[in-house]
């Protein structure tokens, strides 16, 4: 699994600390391997997939490779 830069450093600040590199490994594969899952692409071609667990719901932004995590977050406002 691959990072962007812009998440390494956003990994840093306090509100994303508890975001782990491990708990978003494999997430991209989950996302894309589910329809349950809300999976869409964004204008600029990068993939947004948000697995319902709630009350967190990770959501990660996948750059066009289809591979590379460039953000992710817990999206609480997501309703399947």
Known sequence: MKFSEYFQSTRKR?????????MWAGL???TQARPKV??????CGRFRGT???????????????????HNAFFDRNFEP
């Open 14 to 22: 306090p509100d994303r600390v508890r975001i782990k590199k491990p």
């Open 51 to 69: 697995v319902g667990r709630p009350p967190h719901n990770p959501s990660v932004i996948l750059l066009p490779d289809g591979e590379t995590v």
């Open 38 to 43: 809300s999976l869409s692409v964004e204008t």
């Open 28 to 30: 991209p594969t989950r």
